[in-house]
């Protein structure tokens, strides 16, 4: 059992970080779509992986902290098998939140 969880974290994270790089590379096609050359799509690859991501970079940041907390001070993470459905609400809220703001914006244009 001792490498299980971690397993399924690493697969957890390939998966998610799949499903986004699906979408930024479905973006990038639709944009070719419309009409950006070549050399704007390629300028445009190149400056997609170097975007920082503050929700990812605060994600990273407590479960780090909430893992050397377990790790150096016994904290006891029991509480994560009851309250981790709160981490999929709360990306449903997000996207509910840009979506509607997304439609305001168009719809102001």
């Given at each position: 059992m001792g490498l299980?969880?971690?397993?399924?974290?690493?697969?957890?994270?390939?998966?998610?970080?799949n499903?986004?790089?699906?979408v930024r590379v479905a973006s990038l096609y639709n944009d070719a779509v419309l009409g950006l050359g070549p050399?704007?799509?390629?300028r445009e690859l190149v400056l997609t992986g170097q975007k920082g991501s503050i929700g990812g970079g605060v994600v990273l940041?407590?479960?780090g902290?909430?893992?050397l907390l377990h790790t150096l001070?016994?904290?006891?993470l029991d509480w994560i098998r009851n309250w981790w459905p709160v981490v999929p609400i709360g990306f449903g809220l997000y996207l509910l939140y840009r979506g509607i703001q997304d439609r305001r914006k168009r719809e102001s244009e």
């Amino acid at each position: 059992m001792g490498l299980v969880p971690f397993l399924g974290l690493f697969l957890a994270f390939f998966w998610l970080y799949n499903v986004i790089d699906a979408v930024r590379v479905a973006s990038l096609y639709n944009d070719a779509v419309l009409g950006l050359g070549p050399e704007d799509l390629r300028r445009e690859l190149v400056l997609t992986g170097q975007k920082g991501s503050i929700g990812g970079g605060v994600v990273l940041l407590a479960l780090g902290i909430l893992f050397l907390l377990h790790t150096l001070f016994d904290v006891p993470l029991d509480w994560i098998r009851n309250w981790w459905p709160v981490v999929p609400i709360g990306f449903g809220l997000y996207l509910l939140y840009r979506g509607i703001q997304d439609r305001r914006k168009r719809e102001s244009e």
